[in-house]
């Protein structure tokens, strides 16, 4: 009877188990239980310090509510993302600026490319149904599948109407807009906790979370390894743009200014706004690294349409970025329309920005390293295309796992020599050192003494020997003769 209760108990718990309400139930909740928390991983955010998020969550057992801060709630937007089948009344939102979303969306679109990687990278590449533009997609992945994809206009009411949300950079109005608010004024970590934001209306938060640490323990870790390079080691990156109006912009705002300084690079902020090429060319002469981010379409974009435009065409004498060959543009990476890569994908990787940023600035820091974006202007032939057979389908839908790892050292800046974190160790090691080599100077030393002494010895020795052979030789003849004559004497009388 005990064993028949145990087993009867034992079903039930399997039953209930198997019948209670999943995160993955959220759109279909025939039996809806509101006691039931259907948001069990909740995703967190930094308070404190450079990187405190630009939206905040609040939880609720069948709903949350996310709320886009930027721009000190100016232009702040709230979004209820709830998970049962009828949508909730709310009375505590700001019902004017209020988006209601059942989620885990399935289909979206993507209105600018600044987003596409956040949601590749959350393995969500396949939920996107419209782009702003599939001629400039550099995903080869997406390039690969451009069937599972369309064009997105804005006043066609039926695409619309056939998403659950449009992802968007620009601001828009609407039920299913939500914008994705980072700027030139966002630092690149901050920049990169938006793929939190993104993963709330996948619920794929603890996904979002790995995938944001993994980032940040990379950039930290890259950080960290040049904090100590000195002052005099560090380079200075200029960071340029010709705009429509054909004015220049000598760019150091917040992103620029944080992934510079975190390079081990000193930003150049220029004194005065730049009116003229001259002022320009006096801003920047003295940089040792130029990085263009001026929009220069075919044929305008080649090296002698760009000393052109910046007046480099016409001068006595080149600045030495240009003499040395260290203008950059964050071109390298291309499609076959010529549109980059940078643009695409470069927000959700600040790790990989640091890490071009350090390379181009001190090649031994990491011998080995790509760099990914920043191609070198001022030479021909280091541009990379991407195209859709580079697509690894085994990654296709999936959520991103391989970041990188960095490891820890301390690198000097000047000659790419690592050392070892602890200064204890440095210490032990180069005693370790001094005591190792004493020992065999010492050694050295005194195995030759002994052979020399060895020699000395076996020199007087055999002279010695020599000596006396030549004494007994030249002093006894004459005995030696008599002998031979007394045996000869005896050998006849014996004969006799």
């Known amino acids: 009877m005990l064993r028949f209760n145990v087993k009867c108990l034992l079903l039930f718990s399997i039953l209930c ?72 009344t709310l009375t505590n939102v700001p019902t004017n600026s209020t988006n209601y979303i059942q989620i885990p969306v399935t289909n ?30 550099t995903s080869s992945c997406l390039q690969q599948n451009s069937d599972l994809y369309e064009n997105f206009n804005i006043a066609n009411t039926t695409q619309l109407a056939s998403v659950d949300v449009v992802f968007t950079y620009t601001p828009l109005t609407g039920g299913k807009y939500v914008q994705v608010s980072f700027d030139e004024d966002t630092p690149a970590l901050k920049k990169a906790e938006w793929i939190k934001f993104v993963s709330l209306f996948f619920n794929k938060t603890t996904i979002a979370s790995e995938i944001f640490y993994k980032i940040q323990d990379n950039y930290l870790c890259h950080l960290d390894n040049l904090s100590n390079v000195p002052k005099q080691a560090r380079k200075t990156i200029a960071w340029v743009s010709l705009e429509s109006d054909r ?140 195209s859709g057979d580079q697509c690894d ?41 001094k005591v190792k080599a004493g020992v065999i100077i010492a050694i050295t030393l005194t195995g030759s003494l002994i052979l020399l002494g060895l020699g000395a010895w076996l020199l007087v020795v055999a002279r010695r020997k020599y000596r006396e052979r030549f004494v007994k030789l030249r002093d006894e003849p004459v005995v030696q003769m008599n002998s031979v004559k007394e045996v000869q004497l005896d050998s006849v009388k014996e004969v006799k």
């Open 393 to 433: 389908t085994s990654n296709f839908g999936n959520p991103k796992t391989d970041f990188g790892t960095c490891e820890p050292f301390k690198f000097d800046g000047n000659n790419g020599h690592k050392h070892n974190n602890n200064s204890n160790d440095k210490n032990k090691d180069t005693k370790e050192k």
């Open 17 to 88: 188990y198997l019948t209670r309400p999943v995160l993955s139930d959220c759109r279909d909740v025939a039996t809806f239980d509101e006691n039931f928390d259907y948001f069990p991983d909740k995703v967190y955010f930094d308070s404190d310090g450079e990187i405190s998020s630009d939206f905040s969550v609040a939880y609720h057992d069948s709903y949350i509510i996310v709320t886009n801060n930027v721009d000190g709630g100016t232009f702040s937007e709230t979004y209820v993302l709830y998970c049962t089948a009828v949508q909730p």
């Open 247 to 386: 004015t220049f912009t000598v760019k150091y705002s917040l992103f620029y200014h944080n992934i510079t300084t975190d390079a081990a690079g000193f930003i150049l902020v220029p004194m005065n706004d730049i009116q003229t090429t001259e002022e320009l060319h006096q801003s920047i002469e003295d940089s040792y690294i130029v990085i263009d981010m001026s929009y220069l379409t075919a044929p305008y974009d080649t090296l002698d349409a760009w000393k052109h435009y910046f007046g480099y065409d016409n001068v006595s004498t080149l600045p030495r970025f240009l003499k040395e060959k260290r203008l950059f543009r964050t071109h390298k990476l291309l499609n076959n329309n010529g549109n980059d890569d940078w643009t695409e994908s470069s927000g959700p990787r600040p790790d990989l920005i640091l890490q071009d940023l350090i390379a181009i600035q001190y090649p031994s820091y990491q011998p080995d390293y790509t760099v990914k974006w920043f191609d070198k202007f001022a030479e021909t032939g280091d541009n990379v295309i991407i």
């Open 108 to 137: 979206v679109a993507v209105s600018d490319r600044e987003i596409i990687s956040f949601l590749e990278i959350l393995g969500e590449e396949k939920s996107i149904k419209y782009v702003g533009d599939k001629s400039a997609i």
